[in-house]
């Protein structure tokens, strides 16, 4: 069993930044798939970010170019990079890690984001 505890989300003026990490409680070298969904009031839970086998990136067609996700496996961490805020990004912000052909798959409990315009 892995928690995992997210941070770093605020209040923060459009065009700011923030950093989110998600520090795992145990290795998350063994996970295929690291990524970060959000979901706003009222709205469906979306995935932002996904990283796939350390390498491969996808994003939602809205953030590209806008938010980047990372990980180190040192520090147990997942990250995600968000540039250029907009009110839209205001959401809960979970991460997620999946080992595939196992039944390890794994939710933090969320970090608020709140963009004022």
């Known amino acids: 069993q892995v928690r995992l505890v997210e941070s770093g989300g605020g209040l923060v003026p459009a065009g700011g930044s923030l950093r989110l990490s998600c520090a795992a409680s145990g290795s998350i070298a063994r996970f295929n798939v690291m990524a970060w969904s959000r979901q706003a009031p009222g709205k469906q839970r979306e995935l932002v970010a996904r990283l796939t086998s350390g390498t491969t990136t996808n994003y939602l067609d809205s953030v590209k170019g806008r938010f980047t996700i990372s990980r180190d496996n040192a520090k147990n961490t997942l990250y995600l990079q968000m540039n250029s805020l907009e009110p839209e990004d205001t959401a809960v912000y979970y991460c997620?890690?999946?080992?595939?052909?196992?039944?390890?798959?794994?939710w933090g409990q969320g970090t608020q984001v709140t963009v004022s315009s």
């Open positions: 997620n890690l999946i080992r595939w052909f196992s039944t390890e798959n794994y």
